[in-house]
């Protein structure tokens, strides 16, 4: 079996020598990138709906429209922007980037993650605002994947990416990265994925195809903002040409 490789890691790489200035973080990281689903995906289902033309409105358009300016118009509708997606882990909160970048330091030292995509969750207190854990809700769809980092005979280091059940106590492990979004507007593709060895964990990267009440479900993560803790970071010059990017929350 062909195994993809992730790219993000050789293009950091590549950038840190070709770039300037240069920047340096100096933390570890556990970084999630958002993409756009593989053009031949998006080129794919183009085709396939401008042949078969099914929808009325698009019917119409037809008539007055080149083929080209509807397949520009369609590929509009489909690619949804990576940006505006918030995310919490061990106690962290971020939001993707323009880039679609999620990024946390990273606090635990086995080499795997859960990832969960849900639109909420709850956070069970005791003793008035302290919080105990926290639980997935029963009635939210939700989708929960087993990321491991394993190393072959040949030395090779990869991502093992598999769903997982929900625990029967819906708490959610202290492992585990929370993507707050319909599980339906992210694609977490499964199976095995080069990886590169390194300090920082650089997750396999997930695909956004949707944006179903991303809106309400991003107003309702704020309201659990505030329990968690907010990524700030602070750029040092450590030279003419390098600049030290910390987290200065640490």
């Known amino acids: 079996m062909k195994i993809p490789r992730i790219s993000r890691f ?6 840190f020598f070709l770039a300037a200035p240069f920047f340096i973080s100096a933390d570890t990281r556990i970084n999630l990138f958002l993409k756009h689903p593989p053009q031949k995906t998006i080129t794919e289902s183009i085709n396939q709906i401008t042949k078969e033309q099914q929808n009325e409105e698009l019917a119409l358009i037809t008539k007055a429209t080149d083929a080209q300016t509807i397949k520009k118009k369609l590929k509009q509708e489909i690619t949804y922007k990576l940006s505006g997606f918030f995310a919490t882990y061990a106690g962290y909160t971020d939001t993707s980037n323009p880039d679609g970048l999620i990024s946390f330091p990273l606090r635990h030292s086995t080499p795997k993650l859960y990832l969960a995509i849900t639109p909420s969750i709850n956070l069970v207190k005791v003793k008035g605002k302290t919080i105990s854990h926290r639980e997935y809700i029963v009635d939210a769809e939700t989708k929960m994947y087993l990321m491991e ?17 929900l625990p029967e106590n819906r708490k959610v492990n202290p492992l585990t990265l929370i993507i707050f979004a319909n599980p339906q507007n ?14 920082h964990l650089i997750l396999p990267e997930l695909y956004v195809v949707g944006d179903i009440q991303q809106g309400s479900i991003l107003l ?3 309201d659990l903002k505030r329990f968690f803790e907010k990524i700030r970071e602070k750029d040092t ?11 200065t929350n640490m």
């Open 220 to 222: 309702k993560a704020l």
């Open 186 to 199: 992210i694609i977490v593709p499964t199976g095995t994925f080069l990886s590169e060895p390194s300090s």
């Open 149 to 165: 980092q394993k190393t072959d005979e040949h030395q090779t280091t990869y991502w093992e990416v598999s769903e997982q059940p």
């Open 10 to 15: 050789l293009m950091l790489h590549v950038f």
């Open 237 to 247: 010059k450590q030279g003419e040409n390098i600049t030290q990017t910390l987290i």
